[in-house]
T-cell receptor, first 112, second 114 residues
Framework: GDSVTQMEGPVTLSEEAFLTINCTYTATGYPSLFWYVQYPGEGLQLLLK?????DKGSNKGFEATYRKETTSFHLEKGSVQVSDSAVYFCALKSGGSYIPTFGRGTSLIVHP | IAGITQAPTSQILAAGRRMTLRCTQD?????MYWYRQDLGLGLRLIHY???????GKGEVPDGYSVSRANTDDFPLTLASAVPSQTSVYFC?????????????FGPGTRLTVL
């Protein structure tokens, strides 16, 4: 079956540091890939997505590229802010399934 | 546009009591989902519905039931609550049938069973 593996957190950074959160997946066919963000006390919201190989999703300074050859979708940001402190979830959705598969989530803590 | 609303925001419940968590969406999405979120365990799917009138079991359905009488509402019922059902519950929706479509999440219900 489908699965998503994320690096374990928490990831602790200073403001303006570079961020990478690793995400790898296994899936049948050609899934769509997503990053969701969950701010404290809130539900998840879509951060970015990519629907085919080599697509790059981007939003709010975050980027992730769909790498079919390495089955990865790593999240990056060049300069994090305190307001980026949240939990980040990588997810995939195979075309034939109504149900997405989520990773366990990675907590990011950014210090001033 | 409200998106997805959930009620109540939080609840403390005695073990053995019946409880219904409410979820309503105004986006006319076909699919709806219920998840629970526990520290260290991520999101776990309880039940889902692909369209009004149909429901399916997720990863952890025991002790929970759902119904989907119309497109907008997807209530989750705990028939007889137990302490292990203490969790944060999220309702979500998604437009179907494309696999490209992301999920939209509600703000969650924090449930404590004593």
């Amino acid at each position: 079956g489908d699965s998503v593996t994320q690096m374990e957190g928490p990831v602790t950074l200073s403001e303006e540091a570079f961020l990478t959160i690793n995400c790898t997946y296994t899936a049948t066919g050609y899934p769509s890939l997503f990053w969701y963000v969950q701010y404290p006390g809130e539900g998840l919201q879509l951060l970015l997505k990519a629907t085919k190989a080599d697509d790059k999703g981007s939003n709010k300074g975050f980027e992730a590229t769909y790498r079919k050859e390495t089955t990865s979708f790593h999240l990056e940001k060049g300069s994090v802010q305190v307001s980026d402190s949240a939990v980040y979830f990588c997810a995939l959705k195979s075309g034939g399934s109504y149900i997405p598969t989520f990773g366990r989530g990675t907590s990011l803590i950014v210090h001033p | 546009i409200a998106g997805i609303t959930q009620a109540p925001t939080s609840q403390i419940l005695a073990a053995g009591r019946r409880m219904t968590l409410r979820c309503t969406q105004d986006m006319r999405h076909n699919a709806m989902y219920w998840y629970r979120q526990d520290l260290g365990l991520g999101l776990r799917l309880i039940h889902y519905s692909n369209t009004a009138g149909t429901t399916g079991k997720g990863e952890v359905p025991d002790g929970y039931s759902v119904s989907r009488a119309n497109t907008d509402d997807f209530p989750l019922t705990l028939a007889s609550a137990v302490p292990s059902q203490t969790s944060v519950y999220f309702c979500a929706s998604s437009d179907l049938p494309s696999g490209y479509n992301e999920q939209f999440f509600g703000p969650g219900t924090r449930l404590t069973v004593l």
